[in-house]
């Protein structure tokens, strides 16, 4: 079964803090690495971060590095985005995804339905 749905987010104002979940099956999970990106309107998808499978590598996006971080907890098959000190900027459509293998490089073949996070100026 292949399923991720996110959690986790919301209205915040500027500077505040938001911690996003994504609970995945353990097809989408074990063995997997794990991503967030985020769709703006208007814009094109992004990447945001990514893990994985092991956790012992992490890659974030220049425009979110040293304010978000993402983990994994593969006990629970679930990871998650941190996010603080948030920008109206970061206001987007955030997607959970995951990809077969190891690496966090590359295409990702399963994705979640998206949790709208809003920052307020």
């Known amino acids: 079964q292949v399923r991720l749905v996110e959690s986790g987010g919301g209205l915040v104002q500027a500077g505040g803090s938001l911690r996003l979940s994504c609970a995945a099956s353990?097809?989408?999970?074990?063995?997997?690495?794990m991503g967030w990106f985020r769709q703006a309107p208007g814009k094109e998808r992004e990447f945001v971060a990514a893990i994985s499978w092991s956790g012992d590598n992490t890659f974030h996006a220049d425009s979110v590095k040293g304010r978000f971080t993402i983990s994994r907890d593969n006990a629970k098959s679930t990871v998650y985005l941190q996010m603080n000190r948030l920008k109206p900027e970061d206001t987007a459509v955030y997607y959970c995804?995951?990809?077969?293998?190891?690496?966090?490089?590359?295409?990702?073949?399963?994705w979640g339905q998206g949790t709208q996070v809003t920052v307020s100026s």
């Open positions: 353990r097809r989408t999970f074990s063995g997997n690495a």
């Open positions: 995804a995951s990809r077969d293998g190891e690496s966090w490089r590359g295409i990702y073949e399963y």
